[in-house]
């Protein structure tokens, strides 16, 4: 089976500007959650979706948002970028919540 | 609040020794538990799931370990290689909540 696979690996934006994310699951997987990592605050959660539903929101304010399709494809979307947004953004995926977690190799996001 | 701990944030040994790693956490209701590793700049991936119910799962030269009550997991590295080097991330899971990380243990093995 192929794995996670997130687009774009990497981005480079500028403040004020949004940006999207796409993660793919792997095949028959029907959760993904998104993450952000940064150096200072380590792996936070953001959110989770299941069967195009959000199950799960992190403490992340208004800006991010995501969605989930019908295939289980999913997209973040972050608003107004920020500095302090640069980050490495990891999409899981898992056949239901609570079961282990694949991740993919992330998007690494610049803001300037 | 979960608080999930990792010690010691970064560890050196050489190649061979046998090596554990622990994650603590403060609330001992969890659904499960997972453990990850990391290479610079990529992605996780997972090394071992264990329920709220097990005390133990293997993996090759791995084996985590569980005590709810006492609020700790171990990651335990059998005869450690350099390929091995990597940043190992615990995490929780409360029911269908969210996963909980810890902030990970840096582990480098040199030949």
Redesign the interface.
């Known amino acids: 089976k192929a794995g ?1 696979t997130q687009t774009p690996r990497y981005l480079i934006k500028t403040r004020g500007q949004q940006v999207t994310l796409s993660c793919s699951p792997i095949s028959g997987h029907r959760s993904v ?1 998104w ?1 952000q990592q940064t150096p200072g605050q ?4 953001l959110f ?1 979706y299941f069967s195009e539903t959000q ?2 929101k ?1 403490n992340f304010p208004g800006r991010f948002s995501g969605r989930q399709f019908s295939n289980s494809r999913s997209e973040m979307n972050v608003s107004t970028l920020e500095l302090g947004d640069s980050a ?1 953004y ?1 999409c ?1 995926s898992s056949y239901q ?2 079961d ?7 998007t ?1 996001l610049t803001v300037l | 609040k979960q608080e999930v701990t990792q010690i010691p944030a970064a560890l050196s040994v050489p190649e061979g020794e046998n090596l554990v790693l622990n994650c603590s956490f403060t609330d001992s209701a969890i ?2 538990l ?1 453990w ?1 590793r990391q290479d610079p ?6 090394l071992l ?1 264990i329920q709220s119910s097990q005390r133990e799962q293997t993996s090759g030269r791995l084996n985590a370990s569980l005590d709810k009550s006492s609020g700790r997991s171990t990651l335990y590295i059998a005869a450690s290689q350099p390929g091995d080097s990597a940043t190992y ?1 615990c ?1 929780v ?1 409360r ?10 243990t840096r582990l480098q093995v040199f030949p």
Not at chain 1, 42 to 45: D, H, N, P, S
Not at chain 1, 100 to 106: L, S, V
Not at chain 2, 95 to 104: E, V
């Open positions: 996670v959650s993450y380590g792996l936070q959660f989770e199950r799960n992190g490495l990891l899981a919540t609570g282990t977690q694949y991740f993919g190799p992330g690494r | 659904y499960n997972q990850f700049g990529k992605g996780l991936t997972s799931l991330l995490a899971r029911n269908t909540d969210k996963l909980i990380f810890g902030t990970g």
